[in-house]
């Protein structure tokens, strides 16, 4: 026990040239939680846009032509408010994902039916109608 006090000491505390024991400044270690926290703000900002990115390529692309198919929600996972669709085209089943938001009730459940908006040309570009402004 007696070496975890002592280590621990010399984590939180400097030594003078003279050896005497002072503590750090509150503000010493500041930069280091600051650039933690901007480190994070990066990560989640890189790993969702690009998938609102795709979003609003695929508006874009389905605002000019679109067609519409009855699909169901397939899987919901709820922690990070995303919903899974499936739809058939042509006896063809594809699949997207979306999410929802907590402001907009009643809330997706699972096997409830959507309108899905899809490109004729490529039915892999498509999106549930929620996701068009209203």
Do not use: C
């Not at 480190?39 to 900002?45: M, N, S």
């Amino acid at each position: 026990m007696s070496n975890f006090v002592y280590y621990l000491a010399i984590m939180t505390k400097k030594t003078d040239s003279d050896k005497t024991w002072r503590r750090k400044p509150v503000w010493e270690g500041t930069w280091r939680f600051a650039l933690s926290l901007l480190l994070l703000f990066l990560i989640v900002r890189f790993m969702i846009y690009p998938e609102r990115a795709k979003i609003k390529e695929y508006r874009e692309e389905l605002s000019i032509d679109h067609q519409v198919a009855r699909g169901y929600i397939d899987r919901i996972v709820h922690k990070d408010n995303t919903f899974y669709y499936v739809f058939t085209v042509d006896g063809v089943e594809y699949s997207g994902v979306s999410r929802y938001s907590l402001s907009d009730k009643p809330y997706p459940q699972k096997g409830d039916s959507i309108d899905v908006y899809y490109s004729e040309a490529d039915p892999h570009v498509n999106l549930w109608r929620g996701e068009f402004p209203k």
